[in-house]
T-cell receptor, first 111, second 113 residues
């Protein structure tokens, strides 16, 4: 079964530092997403990406966030200057139609 | 904006019994998709079942089935013959014409021996 792969599984960073979360979507999928889940809360949409551009973003996805597809396989989420409240599980997902496949997530801890 | 409501924060069921998790949603759209995701302690998001709103027939996946009531905007998940491995958080999610999945707050299900 094809998988969405996320690295690292856990990252600890100091407040104010930049982090890059990496994802390898399923190869024939065309739509890519980032979601966030703060501990104990619901999963929240951050951004969707199609045809090398952002197709939709939430109000959470402000100027400190950016996404990129630097090559044909990777899809990254960059947080420029991390804050304590950015501590969360970040999920990457991809879909070809309406069947979303999620990665295992990256647990980001900002200290 | 669409909202998804899961009114049961926690539920418990005995092994081999049946449990139903409720979900309601609010939308003005006529065509949309509904999902149930399972999140075990590992926190991975696993698709349990999916329903297209234009289909009247309720979706079924082995022990998992839904009761989709479009007029009532209700989308409940029934788990039959519950197993210990079903212990997890269960999230109901909605997707309309946009790209985003909109999740409910989740129901924590505990299956006891």
């Amino acid at each position: 079964e094809p998988e969405v792969t996320q690295t690292p599984s856990h990252q600890v960073t100091q407040m104010g530092q930049e982090v890059i979360l990496r994802c390898v979507p399923i190869s024939n999928h065309l739509y890519f997403y980032w979601y966030r889940q703060i501990l104990g809360q619901k999963v929240e949409f951050l951004v969707s990406f199609y045809n090398n551009e952002i197709s939709e973003k939430s109000e959470i996805f402000d100027d400190q966030f950016s996404v990129e597809r630097p090559d044909g396989s990777n899809f990254t989420l960059k947080i420029r200057s991390t804050k304590l409240e950015d501590s969360a599980m970040y999920f990457c997902a991809s879909t070809a139609n309406y069947g979303y496949t999620f990665g295992s997530g990256t647990r980001l801890t900002v200290v | 904006a669409q909202t998804v409501t899961q009114s049961q924060p926690e539920m418990s069921v005995q092994e081999a019994e049946t449990v139903t998790l409720s979900c309601t949603y609010d939308t003005s759209e006529s065509n949309y998709y509904l999902f149930w995701y399972k999140q075990p302690p590992s926190r991975q998001m696993i698709l349990v079942i999916r329903q297209e709103a234009y289909k009247q027939q309720n979706a079924t996946e082995n022990r998992f089935s839904v009761n989709f009531q479009k007029a009532a905007k209700s989308f409940s998940l029934k788990i039959s013959d519950s197993q210990l491995g079903d212990t997890a958080m269960y999230f109901c999610a909605f997707r309309g014409s946009g790209y985003a999945l909109n999740f409910g707050k989740g129901t924590s299900l505990l299956v006891t021996p």
